[in-house]
Structure formats: C-alpha cells, structure tokens
C-alpha cells in the first residue's frame, strides 16, 4: 500500500489541477496535429518516428476527431517537458522493430541492441556506454523503478511506438541511472483507431509465444492493451556448446494496458499498468564431479540437479496532465512497482558441488511521486522544472544449508547446518531539479541548470550537480553538441543485501573478506561531443566521444548460487569511448552501421569485499582492471529491402563484439574472450485474404551462419557460470490485424 502522507498530499495536488483545468471541455472541431515530438531534434542518426495513425471510421461522432486531435496536442506538449539538449539519441521506431527478423517477438534487450555503444551480456542484460546495467526506463515520460535483476525482460516491444535511446551528458532531469535512458512513448488507441491484432511465432527449441493487441477511442476514452506468452527450451543462455540445453525450460506471461480520458483540450487523465512473470529452469552442464559429500553420498548426475528461479514485476501509474495558467505544461504521477525474485536450489545437488544451497527469495515494493513542469519565459527561455520522490520497501531473506569446515576452510562433516536470514530495510530517494532551455538566434540553443538529489538507506547520501548541454547548427545540414554533467548514482537499492555473512564462519561458505558490506552511491564527472551530418536526402551520419571519471564507479556480479546480481564499489574509474553511426532511407531500401570503442576500468574495491578472494583484492587495489562488462569493440547493422510489390520484403542485422572479459593466471579480468559475429535473416509476405484484408507471415533465421561463440567463460570478476550465444534457430511468425 501508499503510504498515508505521500498518498493523501499527492491525490489532493491532482484534485486541485483536476478542478482548475475543468472549465473547459473538450473541443468537437477537429485541429491540426501536433507533431509527436516537439523538441527540438538534434540527434545522433535519428530515424523518422512513424506515427501509425489511421483514418476513423465514418460511424464515429465529429468530437472523437476532435478527441483525437487533442490526444495528439497533448503528446507533444508531454514530450516537449523532456528536453534532450547536449545529449546523444538514437531513435527505434515500431517500423524498425517490425522489420527485425523476429519482429516485434524481438526481446526489449535485443531491439536496444540496434542501437551503437549497446553491449549484450548473458542472462539478458546490456551494458551502454562502459556501465552494468544503471539504465533509467521512462513510459510516456513516467519514471518506472528498477526491477530486482533477473533474466527476464518486463517490457514488451509490442507496446512500443517510439523508442528513444538518451545517453551521453544528460539534461539535469534525469537522474539517479544515468548510463542511458531508454525512453518509451507507447502505442495510443486514439492514434490506431478501433481494432486490435493477433499472432503467434513458432519454431526452434519449441517456442510458442502467441500474442493479443486491443486499442480503440470512444468519445473521450481511449485504451491501449497488449499481452503475450512465451514457453521454449532455451529460456537462459547454454552453458554448453551443444544446440540443446539441459534443464532449460522457460514460462513467461507479460501484459501491459493503458487507459486514458480526456478531461478538457489541455487536461488528461491516465491509467498504466503492467505485469511480467517470468519462471526459468536453470540449465545444467553435464560431466560436473561433486566436491562435497552428503550424508553417505559421494557422487551426483549434475545433468539432474533441479534449480529454478522465478520472477515477477508488476506496475502501476495514475498520471494527469495537463496546463496551468495558460502556459505552464505539467505531468504529474503516482506509482507503485512490485518486484520479486525467488530462487530455488535443488539442495543435495547444490551443497555437493558448492558446498552451499540457498533458497533465496527478495522482494521490493516502490512507491513514487514525480512531478515536471515547464513554462516558456519570453521568446528565447523555457524553464522545466520538477520533483521526484521513491520510497522503497527491501526484504531480503534465505535458507542456507552447508557444511562445517574446519581451520583451513576444508570440510569437516558430511551433515549439514541451516542457518536462516531475513532482512527488512526501507530506502528513500528525493530529488529535485531546474533548467533553462535558451535559444540564442536561430543557430545557437544552451541548456543549463542543477538538479539536487538525496539518497537514504543504511546511510545518507546527497549531491548537488550541474548539467550543461549547447546545440550548434553549423549548416542546415550539420549539427554540433557539446555537454558536461556531474551525476550521482544511488546503488540499487533492490540488489543490495544486509546478510550478516560473519554468520558462515566455520563453514564452507565462509569468505575470506568482510569488509563494507553497504555499496555507496557513484559519482561523476561525464563530458560528451558529438556531430551529426546529413548527406543529401538519403545519408545520416553521426560521430560521439565521450569521456568519464569516476568516485565510487559501481559495478554488479553474480556471485553467489541464485542468478541475482549483487552491487559493489571499486574507489575510483575511468570510462572512454567514441561511436559512429550511419542510416541511409531510400524508397524500398534501408541500412543502418554503428561501430563503437569502449574502455572501462576500476581501481581498489571499497565495498563488498567478501566477493572477492585476498589475491584479487591486493592486485586491484594497486592497479586499475577491466571492468567484467567491457568490451574494446562492438558493431551492429541492418539492411532492409521491399519488393515493387510492396507485399514481400528482406532483412538481415547482424551483432558484432570483441568479446567480454576473462582472467588471467595473474590479472583479475585482464583476457578477453575471442570475438563473436551473429547475423539473423528474415523473409516476409503480406497475404491478401478475401474479406479479412492482409495477413502478415515472417520467417526468421537466428544466427544463420549457426557460429559458435561465447559470452562468458564462468572466469572474470562475479561471473557465475559459462554462457553460449543461440545456435542457429528458425522461426516463424504470423499477424493478423482486425477493426470494429
């Protein structure tokens, strides 16, 4: 539940704009459309944002076209509060994610992928820029609280209109996860007309993953809803080589709707929620030898152990928006995000190989309040400002089986202890912010402010940081932008652990470290420059730098049993990189190159010590170390071609990296693994049928080439256990869209 205060003083404040903004309804005479995105667009190889709106039925009443219109008004008077100056963006529409070679089945983590400076990762996660994960998702401009990190995706494509990939020196409104934002603006029923959609994509390692869309307007309502299933034998990455995995089975159902209502030509009101649930089998490697013993047991099949994880998200959100005064834009929300993650060992299996079995299950419940406004000063001066508050609820708890051992860590009886732990703890985060957005002349836009932020957990932590961003259009074709932001990164506060480890001494789980057991919040200094170029009407190219040092730089690791990251700080970092990007658009033909450098390294680890052994922590205390995650090189790239009938059309796209770290005999992730190259094929039609209109067919090859690489290697800092790339895969996939 809210709690009391937060709830009663935030439905008082949308009572009030709900009363203020009441005086008028809502326009029958239908006006011009906005544009969706009325920022202003200095990006770094932008592809166009597809609006996929649609004519309404003829049976519709004049106002729903005037409803329609102020829908449109509205979205851009609500992403013109967010302002990207100085940043880096990059765009995925929902044409780019249909022509993907799994279509809009493409997992979120896979479709960022498209995006330059994006690195994949095993168990689902991506790193942008030289960070672990750190990525702030936004829905309609509404902050959604990270998950308990697992390996199962909570959003899916199918909702995606548009897609905005920000990273870089960031304006001073966003905050807290900082190496990128990945800002999602949804599918909308006013824009789709009434109908919906449905399919299913079949194949490879028995997926099944049937999918159902709703949308439609009525008046002053208008609703988005979409919900999906998955089921396949590959549901984590392959320890092993082999085209099949052991123990792999995957079940995931996500949903998500939307819900809104027009109150007046300048005020909305809307509902969001969605739900992920998402259970795994976690898959197995065969031939393991046991190096414990159990009762009177001294051997185990390790393809039988029996390990599962399960997770589960879901979300909800009211939000109005709205204009005050005449001239002052405003969002305003309240939320709640659920999270839990339970990890269930198979406890003979468990304790023989590693000594230890945890059944482990966390949960996070987040309460939030965000608030941002924005009022022109003037010709040239738009000020935005705002406020956002999270108030987290953290339980930790487990059952521990292991064995005693006795002065020198080794075994000492067959029969094990359980020694239980349960930790409850509350986080809170404030944090405020003001900006100036100033134009000067037609050439010349700066954005400059601070943003105040306050963090409270075990401890308390605060910052004051300015951001700067300017925008230089040299030519009409050529776009200059240079920024500097000081960020502060609270840890996540749903991966951070009070366990009192002191409690295994004498067991086999004993660590050799205790040391600081609470992360502290990251902070850092990031410079960003970049250039976009157009070329004639067809070429848009791009080229960024960036540079960041580093107090505290968090990092993440798997390190225990159960597939859930644990946070901790090296004392200083340094992050560098540069990426190109090219699009080129012409008829029936679309491409798209990125290649990116990455350089990220950490020095003396300061928290979390128990990780790691005494060796590693004498060497990085004296020496800056690759960070797990980084990877020097990586390149991803796309073709797509329409036949003159418009009905058929090609795509492929393609991954490249330079591969992850690994250990060496003497440096802790001082190898890489080798490279890796994956490239998908896809083939579709459009069948015309005879009073059902077109049928959408797809047929996917997932690493045609069928090479195989390797992700991880189970070496390196907090890596738990090796991890494949997919073997060669076909899918295939149907859609079929109907209206009322």
């Known amino acids: 539940m809210f709690r009391k205060p937060l709830f009663l003083s935030l439905m008082m404040a949308l009572g009030a704009m709900t009363q203020v903004a009441a005086a008028s309804s809502v326009d029958d005479s239908s006006r011009e459309a906005a544009t ?64 993907l070679p799994l279509g809009a089945s493409t997992p979120l983590n896979q479709v960022l992928l498209q995006a330059p400076g994006v690195v994949q990762d ?7 820029r030289g960070d672990h994960a750190n990525l702030q998702y936004r829905i309609n401009g509404v902050i959604l609280p990270e998950s308990i990190s697992g390996f199962g995706q909570t959003i899916d494509p199918r909702l995606i209109s548009n897609v905005k990939l920000l990273d870089g020196a960031l304006p001073a409104q966003f905050g807290e996860r900082t190496a990128a934002v990945v800002d999602i603006t949804t599918k909308s029923g006013s824009q789709l007309g009434n109908g919906g959609s449905v399919g299913a994509m079949i194949g490879a390692n028995n997926t099944l993953n049937p999918n159902l869309s709703l949308y439609g307007n009525k008046g002053r309502w208008s609703w ?77 099949d390790s393809s039988l152990l029996n390990e599962n994880q399960s997770e589960n998200t879901r979300f909800v959100n009211l939000i109005l928006q709205g204009k005050i005064a005449g001239s002052t834009d405003y969002q305003v929300s309240i939320g709640q995000r659920y999270s839990s993650v339970d990890y269930s060992p198979d406890i003979i299996g468990d304790l023989m190989f590693n000594g230890v079995a ?15 406004f924005s009022t022109p000063l003037g010709d040239s001066h738009t000020l935005r400002y705002g406020l956002y508050g999270d108030f987290e609820q953290a339980v930790d708890g487990s059952q521990n089986w292991t064995f005693p051992a006795d002065a020198d860590g080794n075994q000492a009886s067959t029969t094990p202890l359980q020694i239980n732990q349960n930790q409850r703890f509350n986080a809170r985060t404030w944090a405020a912010y003001v900006q100036d957005e100033w134009n000067i002349g037609e050439d010349w836009t700066i954005n400059y402010g601070f943003r105040a932020d306050r963090y409270s957990a075990f401890r308390v932590e605060s910052q004051i940081s300015p951001r700067f961003g300017v925008i230089w259009q040299a030519t009409d074709s050529t776009t200059i932008h240079a920024a500097y932001s000081r960020y502060f990164t609270p840890p996540a506060t749903e991966l951070i652990s009070g366990a009192d480890i002191s409690r295994f001494a004498g067991t086999t789980n004993a660590v050799q470290n205790y040391g600081n057991n609470t992360p502290l919040a990251e902070r850092s200094n990031y410079y960003d420059f970049g250039i976009s170029q157009n070329i004639g009407s067809h070429w848009t190219l791009g080229l960024d730098g960036y540079y960041r040092d580093v107090k505290r730089i968090q990092d993440e690791g ?36 990125n290649v990116a450098y990455s350089k990220a390294q950490g020095k003396h680890v300061i928290t979390s010590q128990y990780n790691f052994g005494n060796d590693e922590l004498a060497y990085i205390a004296a ?33 490249l990296g330079s591969g992850l770290r690994t250990d060496t005999d ?27 209109g077109p049928l959408h067919t797809q047929l996917a090859f997932v690493n045609a080439l069928d090479r195989t690489y390797e992700l991880r290697d189970g070496e390196g800092v907090g890596v738990g256990a090796p991890q494949f790339g997919p073997r060669r895969a076909i899918m295939f996939s149907f859609q079929k869209d109907f209206s009322f």
Request: hydrophobic letters at 35%; aromatic letters at 12%; charged letters at 15%.
């Open 122 to 128: 095993s168990y689902g996660g991506i790193h942008v």
């Open 358 to 372: 945890s059944q482990i299950g966390r949960s996070n419940r987040a309460d939030t309040l965000q608030a941002d």
């Open 36 to 99: 969706a995105d009325s920022s202003p667009s200095h990006n770094r190889a932008v592809r166009p944002v597809a609006r996929n709106r649609q004519t309404l039925p003829a049976a519709e009443h004049a106002s729903t076209l005037g409803a329609v219109s102020v829908e449109a008004d509205l979205d851009a008077a609500r992403n013109a509060l967010s302002p990207d100056i100085g940043s880096s963006q990059y765009v995925i529409t929902a044409k780019d994610i249909e022509q």
């Open 224 to 300: 988005f809803l979409t919900a999906n299933y998955l089921g396949d034998s590959l549901g984590m990455e392959n320890p092993q080589k082999g085209i099949k995995a052991v123990h792999d089975q995957t079940h995931q159902g996500k949903a998500f709707g939307d819900l809104t209502y027009l109150i007046n030509d300048d005020t909305r009101i809307s509902l969001m929620a969605g739900y992920a649930n998402n259970r795994f089998q976690i898959p197995n490697i065969s031939g393991q030898t046991p190096g414990f013993g159990y009762e009177d047991r001294t051997s185990f």
């Open 558 to 593: 798997q390190f225990g049993a159960a597939y859930i990251y644990s946070t901790f700080n090296y004392g200083l970092g340094r992050v560098r990189g540069a990426e190109f990007t090219a699009n080129y658009q012409n008829g029936p033909f679309s491409a798209y190159f």
């Open 623 to 655: 020496n800056y170390i690759f960070l797990d995650h980084d990877q020097r090189y990586t390149s991803s790239g796309g073709v797509n071609w329409t036949l003159p009938d418009g009905k058929t059309k090609f795509g492929m796209n393609y991954l």
């Open 666 to 692: 003497e440096v802790p992730n001082g190898a890489r693994l080798p490279y890796y190259f994956q490239m998908n094929l896809s083939v579709s039609h459009d069948f015309s049928l005879s009073g059902t």
